[in-house]
């Protein structure tokens, strides 16, 4: 008769185990394609300060999207190349600091505005997020 109470009990348990697993197994589905882009969702906070960068500092210029174009400013034309593709590619990280920090052919230099770990950070951020290295 014991034996038929234990079994009882662990017939409750385990159908009540089975019964709080399946809303779980659906919040998991739920979370499976919400969960896929947290890992690019998290990028955005990784980068988020010097995205924060690239746009109050140069995408007037540059675009948002960093392709470049011919833009107006000051007045000025100016034929700004895109930072996916072309030279940008095949520029080494050095280039790109020694272009944002000295600035030159109609960009600023940015060497007073901006710390070298902001600069650095931006490298990154073009590399990561416009050329997608
Ligand atoms: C006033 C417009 C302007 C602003 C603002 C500006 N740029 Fe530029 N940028 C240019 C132009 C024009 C060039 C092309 C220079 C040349 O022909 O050598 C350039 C070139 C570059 C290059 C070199 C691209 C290559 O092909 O190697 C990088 C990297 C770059 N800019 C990043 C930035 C970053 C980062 C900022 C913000 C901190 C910025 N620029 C702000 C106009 C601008």
Redesign the pocket.
Same mark, same amino acid.
């Given at each position: 008769m014991k034996a038929f109470t234990y079994t009882l009990i662990i017939l409750a348990i385990s159908l009540f185990a089975f019964a709080c697993s399946k809303p779980n197994t659906e919040t998991i589905t739920h979370n499976g394609p919400a969960a896929s882009p947290s890992p690019a969702a998290s990028m955005p906070d990784e980068f988020a300060a010097t995205r924060a960068? /690239?746009k109050k500092? @140069?995408s007037? @210029?540059?675009g948002e999207d960093a392709t $470049?174009g011919t833009?107006t *400013? =000051?007045g000025k034309k100016?034929?700004?190349?895109?930072?996916r593709a $072309?030279?940008?590619l095949?520029?080494f990280d050095e =280039?790109?600091i020694k272009?944002?920090t000295k $600035? $030159? =052919?109609?960009?600023?230099a /940015?060497k007073d505005?901006?710390t070298p770990e902001q600069?650095n950070e931006? *490298?990154h951020?073009?590399r990561h997020e416009f050329q997608g290295k």
């Open positions: 960068i /690239f500092n @140069c007037e @210029c540059h $470049g833009k *400013v =000051d100016l034929k700004v190349p895109s930072l $072309g030279h940008a095949g520029h =280039d790109f272009q944002i $600035g $030159g =052919d109609g960009m600023p /940015f505005k901006l600069i931006l *490298v951020l073009i």
